[in-house]
């Protein structure tokens, strides 16, 4: 089931508020609409009723796919530097909905669940886009990281995120945030990194130690960042 509320939206360009249906909860099996508008880029996306202006509602709401065995939740991207406190709240409510308070026949659905913690839409999308690919999450990271090691028109920072958008047999295509352009990488890249585990082993620990399976687990507690790994 899918949850909506309406809830007053202030235009960014003009100032003018309007009250606009959101989601609370999303059950991406029974609306693959709206799983479809997540995927391209079009999911609560509206012209100001004012200005005509763009606008984008990014309030926080819990993403399920019982069939995918997903359970995500998206907080509003301007509170991911307070990630710490906030990733164990997808796993806390996985476990009271899927386990502790379930019926048996629920209970016996929960094992292999892949509960995560995001930060904005286009942060759902790309776990979206790596799940449905059968692409590992937390090494799609690595790759990013690799890449911001070794490009030099790439600056290591929040205000310049690289967020995958598109898979295709032999690319996968990021989205530059901050930049606007984009940046084709081939997928042999990433299997590359697969095969050299061990040099990868100290990051790959940071980023998968809870449900935020992210690069701003760097960006925003540079003092538990992991080690350079070790280069051939």
Sequence with gaps: MSTFALRPRRCLACGVSSEREVAVSLNGERRPDLRAAILDGSFQRYPCPSCGAPCRVQD??????FARKEWITC??????????????EPMEDWREGMVTFAPPLVRDLSAGFRVRAV???DALREKLLCFEHGLDDAWLELLKLQLHRERADLTFSPRQRLRLYAVESDTLWFGVTGANRTLGVAREALLALQEDPIAWLTPMEHLTR???VDLGRIMF???SAPQEQATA
């Design 60 to 65: 926080p709401f819990v993403y399920l796919h």
């Design 75 to 88: 907080f509003s991207p301007e509170r991911e530097p307070d990630w710490a406190r906030l990733e164990c």
């Design 119 to 121: 930060f904005g839409v």
């Design 210 to 212: 809870g449900p935020y």
């Design 221 to 223: 507690a540079p003092e």
